[in-house]
Structure formats: structure tokens, C-alpha cells
Antibody, heavy 124, light 107 residues
Framework: EVQLVQSGAEVKKPGESLKISCKGSGYKFTSYWIGWVRQKPGKGLEWMGV????????RYGPSFQGQVTISADKSIITAYLQWNSLKASDTAMYYC?????????????????WGQGTLVTVSS | IVLTQSPGTLSLSPGERATLSCRASQSVGSSFLAWYQQKPGQAPRLLIY???NRATGIPARFSGSGSGTHFTLTISRLEPEDFAVYYCQQYDSSLWAFGQGTKVEIK
């Protein structure tokens, strides 16, 4: 069974650093892109970026380039989302998601498996 | 690419047909357009990928269509569990973008 299990909720102060994780299981971790999606309270989904665990290639959404760091450690089948200096505006739920692949048709599927989400609260 | 969904809210009764629209600021490859459903307190769930392919376990009442810059999600007959927020997404070249969502609420 494919699963993405994220680290637990965090409460931080502005200016602090944070690294949250997403551990994959039940599939070949290095064969699929892993993305991160932000959802602010009561708002929609925002794509932050993706990482390819096989070679750690990353791509960022325009709004998040330089604001966060996305990485992966294939040896422990885990992807990460990191901030160096949090702001109150980073308060949100963060989801990791696997970009699926339809082997029958040979096409990408979008996000077929999602983590349970990590709630990050930044408040002084 | 910017995706714009309409309407923002759709008020319908169970058994009715729901038609949700997603318009892109530039052409999207039909292989790279997906739809998701999200209920309160839950992660999104993939419904449709490649414009018209249902994901595993998704009922046949959900269907997707479209091409170029206009895509549609249709729910043929709304069931009580279908009242939720729906998002379209383009995922070309591992650069993703989401629409702002359409809430389907009980009338």
C-alpha cells in the first residue's frame, strides 16, 4: 500500500527555522516526483515545488523560489520542506503529494497519493 | 499558467447535475489536466487526470472533458458525499498550478 506519512504539527515563532518531512512507503520512492502544496486556513491549494528523489532535482513555483528549500534523502525514502526564517504568513497546512504515473497509458497522473498534512503555525 | 475556475460556488440539490469550469491563461496539454475533490479536514483526492481519465475507485458519475484552454468536470447526479470543494490543476513538465476552487454546496 502506497503511503506518504508526514511529520507532526509545529508551532514556531517568527524568524525560527523549520524542516518538515514526508516519508514514502509501498512504492519505489526514487521513481516518482514528490511535490509540496500549501493551503492557508480557509483558502485554496498552492503548488510550492517538487523534487525527484533519484537525483534530487528540484523545481519551484514562482512564489516560493528562494523562500523555501525542497529536498529528498533517498536512503531513508523521505522528502523535506525547509524554511530558514519563518513568517506569520507561513501559517498553513502543508501537504506532500506523489506525482503519479499511469503505466497503462504511459502518462503522468497528477497527485495520486497525498500525505495527511502538516499544520505549521507561526506566531509570536 | 493561471487557471480560473467558475463558478466560485455552485448551489445544487442531490440528484442534480453539476458542471464545473476551468479556464487556462494559455493552452494546457490535455494529458496534463487533473481535477481534485477536497472535503473539510481532509487532503485532496485525485478524481480525474489527463482531462478525462478517472482515477482508481472514482465513480462513473464523475467525468472530465475539454482541451486547449477550457476544461470541464461534470458530476452527472450529485450524491450527498459529493458536496465539497473541487480544484483543477495543470501539471505540465512537473510545473504545477491549481485553480482557486469551486465549492459545491447543498441548496
Amino acid at each position: 500500500e502506497v503511503q506518504l506519512v508526514q511529520s507532526g504539527a509545529e508551532v514556531k515563532k517568527p524568524g525560527e527555522s523549520l524542516k518538515i518531512s514526508c516519508k514514502g512507503s509501498g512504492y519505489k520512492f526514487t521513481s516518482y516526483w514528490i511535490g509540496w502544496v500549501r493551503q492557508k486556513p480557509g483558502k485554496g491549494l498552492e503548488w510550492m515545488g517538487v523534487v525527484y528523489p533519484a537525483d534530487s532535482e528540484t523545481r519551484y513555483g514562482p512564489s516560493f523560489q528562494g523562500q523555501v528549500t525542497i529536498s529528498a534523502d533517498k536512503s531513508i525514502i523521505t522528502a523535506y520542506l525547509q524554511w530558514n526564517s519563518l513568517k506569520a504568513s507561513d501559517t498553513a497546512m502543508y501537504y506532500c503529494v506523489r506525482q503519479g504515473w499511469d503505466y497503462d497509458s504511459g502518462t503522468l497522473m497528477g497527485g495520486d497519493y497525498w500525505g495527511q498534512g502538516t499544520l505549521v503555525t507561526v506566531s509570536s | 499558467i493561471v487557471l480560473t475556475q467558475s463558478p466560485g460556488t455552485l448551489s445544487l440539490s442531490p440528484g442534480e447535475r453539476a458542471t464545473l469550469s476551468c479556464r487556462a491563461s494559455q493552452s494546457v496539454g490535455s494529458s496534463f489536466l487533473a481535477w481534485y475533490q477536497q472535503k473539510p479536514g481532509q487532503a485532496p483526492r485525485l478524481l480525474i487526470y489527463g482531462t478525462s481519465n478517472r482515477a482508481t475507485g472514482i465513480p462513473a458519475r464523475f467525468s472530465g472533458s475539454g482541451s486547449g484552454t477550457h476544461f470541464t468536470l461534470t458530476i452527472s447526479r450529485l450524491e450527498p458525499e459529493d458536496f465539497a470543494v473541487y480544484y483543477c490543476q495543470q501539471y505540465d513538465s512537473s510545473l504545477w498550478a491549481f485553480g482557486q476552487g469551486t465549492k459545491v454546496e447543498i441548496k
